[in-house]
């Protein structure tokens, strides 16, 4: 069969910062690949919807494939679903990934028709499968993850081993516009996948069903040595949970002469409970780090259930900056916070090196917080859950909100792109023009463009065509009743 898989746009407030490769649909479609299939991807992070509409035209898919991670893509995905059907009205169409996951039914009555199914989890093993069936004409929902419009098949299974397939980066040409921050062009790669901790505010944990599997040093070499670029940022949730695999890891790229930068994300605890084991990663390259600190104050981290206490998280810190690591910490601005506290946490910003980011608190399907905030949501318009507008009820004036927000990152901002720092960072820039990277110049200049208090406020004036469905009761029972994947339990983490 012809294959075409998709994945949707940038999301207009995060696309300045970075763009990065979408490797959850580049796995699902080397699956495809590995079962016999011709595939193509499309990344609309790097193609306008025209490209898209001329490859139909070109190649006319038999089938195209969805990806859909993030919640605020909803509307465009749907739209552009219709928009297949229309023009390929035999063509198959299905749509998986994250946010699929978690309102697949939800999915499939917006598209009336123009959606033959969603697949919930993990893509790489059901997709041959499904596609099968599809040649086959067999019944769909039958199948584990997949919901269609007359049925539903019994819950996800995780893959067996994820040692199995590669991602597919071939399949895309635009290699040289995945960028984050100064590491311009930069791949992404993954070592482990899902998460033992729970926190309130996160569908990471959920969508794995709270499991943790790690991919082994030997095909995590193959694919790092199989990458051209000299960045790599890696996609874990939380990196180097267990010092044994970081460590092994480590050895085996030391071993192979590998020499990349990198950027990570992880925990604070993690990072101080490993400290030989980044501190081993620093000698082989890493030097971005994010820290999801989430508060700076006990009662938010309480909140957020991060399980991690303050004096922690600024230790962290200070071991990250001993270390020469540069960190990225996030904040969430509660829709709860008032002038004061804006200026609390300028004041914090401004006070410690670390490159601030301010997150607006949102409630997604698939969290503990959606079960118990969703029927206060002051808006269902899916394209403002980009953790940059608030959809629950503000305690200042919304405008008020989003003037004190945007002054807020901007201050926070300027500490970065102001002057100095760019006097800086200029013998940076210039040679990343020299060698044709314009991605980290451009982004140097288009903050006002994007953060505008009026245009954020205006995005909540948009007519909505596509409303999000509310969950049927308040509260949580059952966590479990959360999950897309249902492992058998595991430890629990910190
Ligand atoms: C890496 C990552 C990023 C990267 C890369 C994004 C990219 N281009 O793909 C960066 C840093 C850019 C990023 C940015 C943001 N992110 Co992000 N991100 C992640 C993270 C940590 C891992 C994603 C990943 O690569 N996983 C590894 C791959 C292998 O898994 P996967 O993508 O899920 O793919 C599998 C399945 O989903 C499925 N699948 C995927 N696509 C398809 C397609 C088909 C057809 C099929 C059948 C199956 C399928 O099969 C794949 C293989 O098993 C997730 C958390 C998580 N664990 O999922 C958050 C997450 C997806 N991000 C989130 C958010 C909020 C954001 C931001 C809005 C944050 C911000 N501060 O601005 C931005 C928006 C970016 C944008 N769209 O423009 C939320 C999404 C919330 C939601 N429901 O919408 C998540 C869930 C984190 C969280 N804590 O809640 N993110
Ligand atoms: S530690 Fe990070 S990935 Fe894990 S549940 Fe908390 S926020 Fe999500």
């Known amino acids: 069969m012809r294959v075409l898989f998709v994945h949707p746009s940038c999301l207009m407030y995060s696309e300045i910062y970075l763009r990065l490769e979408p490797l959850g649909v580049e796995l699902v479609a080397a699956a495809a690949r590995q079962a016999g299939h011709e595939v193509q991807l499309l990344d609309l992070q790097t193609a306008r919807h025209a490209d898209y509409f001329r490859l139909l035209a070109r190649w006319r898919p038999e089938a195209v494939g969805f990806s859909l991670n993030y919640l605020a893509n909803v509307p465009e995905v749907i739209d552009l679903a219709i928009a297949t059907r229309e023009r390929l009205p035999t063509c198959f169409i299905f749509v998986g990934g994250h946010s699929a996951s978690f309102i697949a039914s939800e999915l499939i009555a917006h598209a009336q028709g123009a959606i033959d199914c969603v697949v919930r989890g993990e893509g790489e093993g059901i997709t041959p499968q499904l596609l099968e069936a599809v040649a086959k004409k067999t019944d769909l929902h039958t199948l584990p993850g997949i919901v269609t419009a007359t049925g539903e098949g019994p819950a996800p299974r995780l893959v067996e081993s994820l040692d199995r397939v590669t991602p597919a980066r071939d399949l895309l040409p635009h290699r040289r516009r995945y960028f984050i921050g100064t590491l311009d062009p930069c791949a992404s790669i993954e070592f482990t996948r899902g998460c033992p901790w729970d926190c309130s505010f996160c569908s990471a944990w959920t969508f794995y069903g709270r499991s943790y599997r790690q991919i082994s040093p030997e095909r995590a070499v193959e694919d790092l040595q199989s990458i051209r670029e000299p960045n790599v940022f890696i996609v874990d949730d ?3 949970i267990y010092p044994e695999a970081g460590l092994a890891l480590a050895r085996a790229i030391e071993r192979h002469r590998i020499r990349k930068r990198y950027y990570l994300e992880t925990r604070g605890d993690v990072l101080l409970r490993n400290k030989e084991v980044f501190a081993y990663w620093k000698r082989l390259g890493l030097e971005y780090m994010f820290l999801g600190l989430e508060a700076i104050d006990e009662e938010g981290l309480k909140l957020y259930r991060k399980r991690v206490t303050l004096s922690k998280n600024f230790e962290a810190l200070e071991y990250a900056r001993s270390l020469g690591i540069t960190v990225a910490v ?3 601005a509660d829709p709860d916070w008032d002038e004061r506290r804006f200026a609390t946490v300028r004041e914090w910003a401004l006070s410690v090196p670390e490159i601030v980011h301010l997150t607006v608190n949102t409630p997604y399907p698939g969290t503990e917080t959606w079960a118990t905030e969703a029927r206060k949501l002051t808006t269902r318009d899916y394209r403002l859950f980009d953790v940059q507008h608030a959809v629950l009820p503000t305690k200042l004036p919304l405008e008020r909100f989003y003037q004190e ?7 926070i901002n300027k500490k970065h792109l102001g002057f100095a720092a760019l006097r800086d960072t200029f013998f940076l820039a210039v040679k990343l023009l020299a060698r044709g990277q314009t991605n980290f110049v451009r982004m140097l200049w288009k903050f006002h463009q994007v953060y505008n208090p ?35 339990p595991v430890q629990a983490a910190g």
């Open 238 to 240: 939380v990196a180097f």
């Open 454 to 488: 009026a245009r954020q406020l205006a995005d909540h004036t948009r007519p909505v065509r596509y409303e999000m469905a509310l969950p049927q009761t308040t509260g949580l029972r059952d966590r479990r009743a959360l999950y897309v994947h249902h492992p058998p």
């Open 405 to 411: 927000l945007v002054r807020t990152q901007e201050v």
């Open 330 to 332: 996030n904040i969430i």
